[in-house]
C-alpha cells in the first residue's frame, strides 16, 4: 500500500487541508493586515510582559479557541500537528517581520498608519463581543486598505533592519507565546468542550482586545488586557467541583424521567417501535448565537 493509500496519511491529509487553513488564516492574520508591525513600532512589545499580552490577544484568543474546539476535527496530537505545522512557519515570519519594522516604517506615516491599526483591532474586539455589532460595522480589511492608502509614501522607501535585537526577540515570543497557546488549546480540546463556557471567554477575550488599541493611540494600558484574558479565562472554566452529588441526583432524576416516560396513559409499557424523539438542534456543540442567526456548532462572531 502506498503512503497516499494509508488511512493514517488520508486523514492527517484531509485534517490538514481543511481545517489548517483556517487556522493559518486566524493565526496569521495580524502579520497579513499589518497589525502586529503597528503594534511593535508603537512600542507594545517593549517588555517581556508586553509581548506575551500581545501574543495571547493577537495570535490567541478567542477565535484560535473557537477554531480548534469547534472546527477542527481528529485526535488532540493530530491537531496539535496542525498546530505546529502553522507555528513554526508564524514565528519566522513574526521575527522577519520585526527585523523589518524600520523599512516598513519609511513607507508609512505611522502615526495615520496607527490609528487606522487602532480601529481594526476596535473594530474584531466588538465582532468578538457581539456578532449582531458586527453586522453594523466595516470589514476590518476594508479598514486597513484605507489605511494604506492614506498612509503610504513609497517615495521615502529606506531598505534598514532593526538594529534593536531585544525588540525583535520580544516580537518572536509574542509569536511563539500565541503558537503555546494553541498547542494548549489543541491537546486539551477534550477537556475544554466539556468544562469551559467558550461564550465567556469571548466576551472577556472582547474586553481584553478592546484594550490594546490604547497602546497605539499612545496611552498607557500596562497589563490590563493580560489580566483581562486570565480572568476571563478562569470565569468561563467550569470544574465539577463538589459536583458527585449534582451528578447522582441528576442520574437518578434522569431514570425517573425515563421511567415516567416509558409509561403511557393506560400504564402500559410504550410501544418500542415508536420512533425516538428527535434531537433538538440547539446541542451542546453549537456555540451560543447572540444574533439568533442559525449557525450549528460555528461560532457566529468569527
Known amino acids: ?8 496519511a488520508l486523514r492527517m491529509e484531509r485534517i490538514v487541508g481543511g ?3 483556517l487556522l493559518a488564516l486566524v493565526m496569521m492574520l495580524p502579520l497579513v493586515d499589518g497589525v502586529f508591525p503597528a503594534l511593535i513600532l508603537a512600542g507594545a512589545l517593549n517588555e517581556p510582559l508586553g509581548a506575551i499580552q500581545v501574543g495571547l490577544l493577537i495570535f490567541g484568543g478567542s477565535a484560535t479557541v473557537a477554531v480548534i ?7 488532540p496530537g493530530e491537531q496539535a500537528a496542525v498546530v505546529m505545522l502553522i507555528g513554526l512557519p508564524l514565528i519566522l515570519l513574526a521575527a522577519l517581520e520585526a527585523a523589518l519594522a524600520p523599512t516598513i516604517e519609511s513607507v508609512l506615516d505611522i502615526v495615520v498608519f496607527e490609528r487606522f491599526a487602532a480601529l481594526v483591532i476596535a473594530a474584531i474586539a466588538a465582532k468578538t463581543a457581539s456578532a449582531t455589532i458586527g453586522d453594523y460595522l466595516p470589514n476590518p480589511v476594508v479598514v486597513i486598505g484605507l489605511g494604506l492608502v492614506a498612509s503610504v509614501d513609497p ?11 531585544v525588540l525583535v526577540a520580544h516580537a518572536t515570543l509574542a509569536a511563539a507565546v500565541g503558537v503555546a497557546f494553541a498547542l494548549a488549546v489543541a491537546l486539551t480540546g477534550p477537556y475544554l468542550r466539556e468544562y469551559m463556557d467558550i461564550d465567556r471567554f469571548r466576551f472577556g477575550s472582547a ?5 490594546l488599541p490604547l497602546s497605539l493611540l499612545g496611552m498607557a494600558f500596562g497589563q490590563a488586557p493580560l489580566a483581562a484574558l486570565v480572568v476571563a479565562a478562569l470565569f468561563a472554566i467550569d ?5 458527585g452529588t449534582d451528578s447522582s441526583s441528576s442520574a437518578d432524576a434522569n431514570d425517573a424521567a425515563a421511567q415516567m ?8 409499557v410504550a410501544d418500542s417501535s415508536e420512533p425516538a424523539v428527535a434531537k433538538s438542534e440547539d446541542d451542546s456543540s453549537a456555540y451560543p448565537n447572540d444574533d439568533g442567526t442559525e449557525t450549528a456548532g460555528r461560532a457566529p462572531w468569527l
Open 261 to 268: 416516560g416509558a409509561v403511557t396513559d393506560g400504564g402500559g
Open 239 to 243: 470544574l465539577p467541583i463538589g459536583g
Open 1 to 8: 500500500m502506498s503512503t497516499s493509500q494509508h488511512p493514517v
Open 207 to 211: 474586553v481584553a482586545l478592546g484594550l
Open 69 to 75: 474546539l469547534a472546527d477542527m476535527d481528529g485526535t
Open 155 to 165: 517615495s521615502g522607501l529606506t531598505v534598514r533592519v532593526m538594529t534593536d535585537p
Open 19 to 21: 481545517d489548517a487553513r
